[in-house]
């Protein structure tokens, strides 16, 4: 009983001169900071807290992460139906239509836009861009420049450009800043490409790169509000005529001017 006393004790004197305390029913220990009167985690402690903060970071992350990525999907099938009724039916489709081809509510539509002004420019400028980006690639594909013309317009179709009509009749705000810079990409880059087609001797000059792009808009998309079921497999067909037309020789002289950028801007 005496030597278990004496234990006690003695470890009672250390634990006041190391500033260690052990924690009951923990395992673990803590330490007192000279001069600061803090108690630090020490051993076992530590490790556990230290376990316990890395194991529920992550957990919070995913958890943060997911519908995240749920509403990004939800304003991509927003977007792509948008495009497709746009190019169907026109820009004045309804809202609830666009909701219901998505496979989302309502409420969740005007979530990720308030207004038809909002997802209208958010569709112009995603067809915008990825337009932009198959006259890119046709350009680094296609070492023949009336071949490049060509991959183009075809990709183009299946971009539904058609939907860019907004962008020329003027039923919303044109001038946003990133729709003029999307635009000015898109014009730069079919303006190389008609240029060159010209250069090299394959396309007629009495056209310009205006006529191009009302061309594709116009064999893009059926007459608003027909609702023509199976339109698409006539598009590229009727689309190989129009580039068939625009190769030389000419065979007929055409009518009026050529349409230029600065003409499609003022309509």
């Keep these: 009983m005496r030597v278990a006393v004496e234990t ?10 190391t500033g260690n305390t052990a924690q009951p029913g923990t395992g673990s220990v803590t330490r007192t900071e000279p001069g600061t009167g803090s108690v630090t985690p020490t051993g076992t402690g530590r490790v556990a807290e230290a376990a316990a903060g890395k194991s529920a970071a992550p957990a919070a992350s995913c958890r943060a992460a997911r519908p995240r990525a749920d509403a990004l999907r939800n304003r991509e099938r927003i977007v792509s139906a ?23 509510g309502n409420a969740t539509l005007y979530r990720n836009f308030p207004d038809r002004a909002a997802l209208t420019h958010e569709v ?13 690639e046709a350009v680094a594909a296609e070492s023949d420049p009336f071949a490049a013309l060509s991959r183009f317009v075809h990709a183009a179709a299946d971009e ?53 792009l009302v061309a594709l808009s116009q064999l893009t998309r059926p007459l608003p509000g027909i609702a023509c079921q199976g339109i698409d497999r006539f598009t590229h067909r009727h689309l190989q005529l129009f580039l068939d037309g625009l190769e030389t020789p000419a065979r007929s002289e055409l009518p009026g001017s050529a349409a230029t950028l600065e003409d499609l801007r003022r309509s």
Excluded at 82 to 104: H, K, T
Excluded at 165 to 194: W, Y
Aim: charged share 30%; hydrophobic share 45%; proline share 3%.
């Design 124 to 136: 112009v400028l995603a067809v915008t861009s990825r337009t932009t980006l198959r006259a890119e």
């Design 8 to 17: 006690v004790a003695k470890g009672a004197a250390q634990a006041a001169v």
């Design 160 to 212: 539904r450009i058609g939907a860019l009509c907004p962008m020329i009749s003027g039923v919303f705000d044109k001038d946003h800043p990133d729709l003029l810079a999307e635009r000015d990409r898109l014009e730069e880059t079919v303006a190389g490409l008609v240029s060159r087609a010209q250069s090299a001797g394959r396309l007629r000059t009495d056209i310009a790169v205006g006529d191009v």
């Design 82 to 104: 948008a495009r497709e009724l746009f190019v169907e039916f026109g820009p004045d489709v309804a809202l609830d239509d666009v909701a219901r081809r998505a496979g989302v």
